[in-house]
């Protein structure tokens, strides 16, 4: 891969973490569990062939907040750092909001985060890419100096139970450390985020029961958005996918994946996934992958990656860093 020389923001990836709840649920126990063995025509359009063979079902200690809690502390062990020294916490859930307080301040607790600023972001699947985006101009400003970013979800809990969506479906949560070091040579190259309440309608968690539902044009729209997120940070910055190490994109469904491999001419060597193994993990998706890849050895100093997602509402978005 070509190693352009990039200017980053100053604003250094500092340490990865992630959390995987204890139980894992194979094929075997979802499928004997389905109440319709047959897929709904939308269900068929949006999730298409499952390819999911494992996914982490979270108890109720492993709450989001105890998940953030866990994946922020393995970040930091990561970056070196003491939690007393973050001062920027930044928490993407939307499976177990309250209405008051937000999560966040108790994640932070968690983690022993005791002196930052902590806020919850929304927009559903695309949750950590607006938490990166947030921080990073939190921190430009220069009264914020480190940060972590984590998406949490318990993802399981917002498909009805005995449904086709149990089956792509998992609990996690992922987690980085930010820095403002000053390095221009690694770090955050560039972020872009966009929202379109005309697309509101393509995923609903109506009341009583709070569980999504999907609108047969969502796998269109998630595939086009995704491309469109990754061809604008390409153009912003002079690149090319050849110039990318690793591409990380929100999965969503299997539809979705496939959809924006073939739109967006990336290799297959160049894609960061662990959605066969782990389920679509809402805004935990990104994160997780990143620290899973970067802990294996997979990622290594002076990649250039691009991570993006869509989420509800609609948005979508992405950054472009190097390790």
């Given amino acids: 891969m070509s190693k352009q020389n990039l200017r980053t923001k100053g604003i250094e990836i500092k ?6 709840p204890k139980r894992v649920v194979t094929d075997q126990e979802v499928y004997a569990n389905l109440e319709f063995k047959d897929a709904h025509p939308t269900e068929q359009t949006v999730m298409g062939e499952i390819n999911v063979h494992g996914r982490h079902r979270s108890d109720e200690q492993e709450t989001a907040v105890f998940m953030a809690g866990e994946a922020s502390k393995m970040a930091m062990k990561d970056a070196g750092i003491d939690p007393s020294t973050v001062d920027l916490f930044i928490m993407g859930n939307w499976t177990e909001r309250w209405l008051l307080h937000d999560l966040s301040h108790q ?23 607006l938490g990166i985006h947030t921080a990073v101009m939190y921190m430009m400003s220069g009264r914020y100096k480190r940060a972590v970013v984590v998406g ?13 969506g149990e089956l792509i479906t998992g609990d996690a949560a992922g987690a980085v450390v930010l ?16 929202s379109d309440g ?13 569980y999504i539902k999907n609108n047969p044009d969502l796998p269109k729209n998630a595939i086009e958005k995704s491309a469109d997120a990754i061809q604008s940070l390409l153009w912003r910055n002079n690149l090319t996918i050849d110039d990318i190490d690793w591409v990380a994109p929100h999965p ?30 809402s805004c ?19 990649d250039l990656i691009l ?4 989420g509800a509402g609609w948005y979508w978005g992405g950054f472009l860093f190097r390790v």
């Avoid at 340490?15 to 995987?20: A, S």
């Avoid at 005309?198 to 709070?210: H, Q, V």
């Avoid at 496939?258 to 990336?266: C, L, N, Q, S, Y």
């Avoid at 991570?307 to 869509?310: L, S, Y």
């Fill in 107 to 129: 994640a932070a607790i968690e983690a022993g985060i005791d002196n930052a600023l902590a806020f919850d972001v929304g927009a559903a699947c695309a949750g950590f890419i």
């Fill in 252 to 281: 969503g469904t299997d539809v979705v994946l496939k959809g924006v491999i073939e739109k967006t001419k990336f290799k297959d060597h160049q894609y960061l996934a662990n959605f066969h193994q782990r389920g679509n993990t």
């Fill in 15 to 20: 340490g990865y973490g992630h959390y995987f």
């Fill in 179 to 194: 820095e403002n070091t000053g390095n221009r040579e690694s770090g955050i190259i560039d972020t872009d985020f966009h």
């Fill in 284 to 302: 935990a998706s990104v994160p997780i992958v990143l620290s899973e890849y970067f802990h294996n050895g997979k990622i290594k100093k002076g």
């Fill in 152 to 164: 949490s979800e318990r993802f399981s809990i917002r498909t009805r139970p005995r449904s086709r």
């Fill in 307 to 310: 991570g993006t997602g869509v």
């Fill in 198 to 210: 005309k697309l509101a309608y393509l995923i609903s968690t109506p009341f009583p029961n709070g």
